[in-house]
């Protein structure tokens, strides 16, 4: 590998600007898989309006609203580690990463309890009496634990992702004249939190 | 081994090449196959259930394994970054982590023969509620064709930024070769419309398996939703099949022509057009659905503007072939078969996107014989002219001339006499889909058959002179005497990073003046 390495240097260079690009566009990508449900979820909500307020009235308003408020807060986090790495500070910026990181366990046991208590209701499919419900109420969930799902899937995954650039601040290959990784798993994580913005919204708040 | 973990996009090309034929012949085989039954009125060989499982495995295997990444993933990761200059791709991890991401999606949708009850029976449009309830291993061929997807974002992805940021210098937007061009469109479509079939795969998987109902009635969904996201993604794949090969077409021709493109610009944008239009016309793959009127004009209008940009492609190349020195060659006579192919093809599909037409063909073989004549007579054709115009490039030798061109002329005729019955058929009334017909279709459906085999000999040939290639005769670095940089700036084959120093661009793409003592003076340096 190491005669190659010295061609490699010399045709290649490093191209942060580029490396944004690609996680823009896959950040695009994200947005469409989450935009197929938001689809589901306007034409089921317009033919059956009734059944999504009742799907609504079941879920605890300021569980949401707290978890609001932490992927919010995490995304400060996130943002300020970006400006302490360019400043140099990279003890800093690690500690705010696992701030953030906190943030995310904080998340993920909140959306542990509300699951629970859905399940303990019967509120999951085919457990309990959730066939009876009326249709447009079983669709509200079937869309809640999908759309929550999916996302807290994504939760789990940017965590990780934020885990392994803190390990690569600690180790210093990410570092003040090469953040863009962290730079990435920075707007990854914006990601997380501007598609929870939607959730939240649509899933608690529209009665 | 060094290959399995080789960061060059020009050995991924290639193990992306081995893989896809692979999976290619497979898929061949089983229409061979359904060929076969349909020999004669009533059940041949096959059970009509596994009927229905081989025209499935057949779809999965051809649409996600061979035509979506076929041209991009093998051509593209071969020639893109050598057309624009670039010692390699912009993520060269990311396009070997799409390769195996491939890999394994292939060898997921193979292992639904081995168990339970064998391949999904839906169709490869995995249409809901009997997707859901079906007792095939759908969940697996759904499964596989999720990851295939992302494999192909992934590809998508990386050619874009590439082309956005390792074009050589002086190489402008508008001095770009067409094949990138059209990659550049198809990259587009494969990042932004691949996810929404993502997400439709995947609430299939959910109904299936935690049983949350978002299609089948029965849980409280809506099928017809299923159908919209589905062809949300699947028409604009379409376009993802057949763009790259426009490339390889527009690529090919000036080169057997020595005259530059006519209409390059032209041509870009129609790429582009397509790619766009190409988003809002999935609704034409449901006149039958229920779906309201005004949808339906409003979709079958836009069906036949996407046309345009098609059409001009067309003529943009017989233009081309006017008042040229035609060198008549085997990439050359697979280019002139995609445009005559293509353009049955495409008119046929003006038959379907029709609204009244449509009623009567629909799920028809008519149908069947539209779309393979795109996407075989098209993009099939294209990827067999790629390879023959790309070979000695990427071996350094070359294959027998003679009989290239005795296997292209056998599977042409195959190839036509496979599928123009089934357009006659198709007019007549045959259904698609079923192992068995009434006796008045015998006497196409065995003009058909028999044209099976004799494509299976043509392609044989093909496939047999093209292994045979790699003992042929040394080849020079340039034989067509193209002018793209591929050709003029890199040996045959390449060197790691293609370049020995990156080439900085004067002349356009196809500027075939004084070409010889251009070629000549480069191949000094």
Known sequence: MSPDKDLHDQMIHFDPYGKKLGMWLFLFTEFLLFGGLFVVYAVYRSMNPEGFHLGSAELDLTVGAINTVFLLTSSLTVALSITALQKGNSKLAINLIMITILFAFAFMFNKYYEWTMKFEHGLFPGMGHFNELPVGEKQFFNLYFMMTGLHALHVIIGAILLLVVAWGIKKGTINQKRYIYLENGGLYWHLVDVIWIYLFPLFYLII | ?????????????????????????????????????????????????????VFTLHGVIMIFLFIIPGIPAVFGNFSLPMLIGAPDVAFPKLNLLSWYLYVLGGLLALSTLLFGEGPADTGWTFYAPYSVKTGTNVSIAVLAAFILGFSSILTGLNFLVTMHRMRAPGMTWFKMPLFPWALYATSWIQVLATPVVGITLMMIIAERTLGIGLFDPALGGDPVLYQHLFWIYSHPAVYIMVLPAMGIVSEIIPVFVKKSIFGYKVIVYSSLAIAFIGYFVWGHHMYTSGMSGEARIIFSILTFLVSIPSAIKVFNWVSTLYKGSIDVKPPFLYALAFIFQFTIGGLTGLVVGALA????????????????????????????????FWYSKIWGRNYNIKWANIGFAILFIGFNLVYFPMLVLGMMGMPRRYYDYLPEFTLSNQVSTVGSWIMAIGLFIVIVNLIAGRKGPKASSNPWGSVTLDWTHTESPPSLYNFKEIPTVTRGPYDYRDYEDYIKENHKN
């Open chain 2, 357 to 388: 037409a449509d009623i009567h063909v629909h799920d028809t073989y008519f149908v069947v014989g539209h779309f393979h004549y795109v996407m075989f007579g098209g993009t099939g054709f294209a990827f067999l002219g790629a390879i023959h």
């Open chain 2, 1 to 53: 081994m060094s290959w399995l973990v080789t960061e060059d996009h020009k050995r991924i090309a290639l193990m992306y090449f081995y893989a896809i034929s692979g999976f290619f012949i497979v898929a061949f085989c089983l229409g061979l196959l359904m060929r076969l039954e349909l020999i004669a009125p009533g059940r041949q060989l096959l059970d009509p259930q596994i009927y229905n499982q």
